[in-house]
């Protein structure tokens, strides 16, 4: 997997350098490439929070542009090398999407440290769309609102803590090549506490 990486950061560098994508573009261009490797995977049946569940993420998705298709959220657990892996996730659930905010429930083996990606299949086909160039086509987020950085997306600029059986994640969905947010949410962070400040862009 550390092979595939490598491969597809140098594909992407490479193919930035010779469009002439620069900035927060070219930094698309990478999210884009680390969110088809995450949904390539199957689609299994979607998890809710229930009462079995031993603790839970509720995750706000603030920007939703549309109600064609559907929004899906996915955790990861405290292993950065797990983050944005295929096969590595702990929970998915997917949800019909409407304009503004959905709101998610990914249940959790217990209290701990996590990450959460977010995007919205707009076109119904379980996998982030993207442009012949590999720049995400339908929005995309993570928890903590990372700012988009040229390099791949980090589990530190996206941990947060889970200390008790239940946390609450407001998480912007970006669209566009300027990653810019349909909305920004009026309550500002969710109460998950970060683990590790976002590096600078």
């Given at each position: ?9 140098s ?26 490797v ?20 509720l ?57 959460v ?40 600029d ?13 998480v ?18 969710g ?11």
């Amino acid at each position: 997997m550390e092979k595939l990486e490598l491969l597809m950061r140098s594909v992407y560098r490479l193919s930035a350098q010779a469009l002439g994508i620069r900035g927060r573009g070219a930094a698309v261009l990478v999210v884009g490439a680390a969110f088809g490797v995450l949904l390539a995977a199957p689609v299994s049946t979607a998890a809710t929070c229930d009462e079995a569940a031993r603790a839970s993420v509720l995750v706000r998705v603030n920007g939703v542009r549309s109600s064609q298709g559907f929004v899906e959220a996915v955790l990861y657990g405290d292993q950065p090398e797990d983050f944005l892996k295929k096969g590595k996730r702990l929970a998915r659930q997917r949800v019909a999407a409407r304009p503004g905010q959905v709101v998610l429930c990914l249940p959790a083996p217990g209290p701990g440290v996590y990450a959460v990606a977010v995007y919205h299949d707009e076109n119904g086909d379980t996998k982030l769309g993207r442009s012949w160039l590999g720049l995400p086509t339908e929005g995309y987020g993570l928890s903590n609102n990372p700012p988009s950085v040229w390099r791949w997306p980090q589990h530190a600029d996206s941990a947060f803590r889970l200390p008790g059986d239940r946390v609450v994640l407001d998480v912007d969905l970006r669209y566009g090549i300027d990653g810019s947010s349909a909305s920004q949410s009026e309550d500002g962070p969710g109460a998950a506490a970060t683990i590790g400040a976002p590096s600078a862009g």
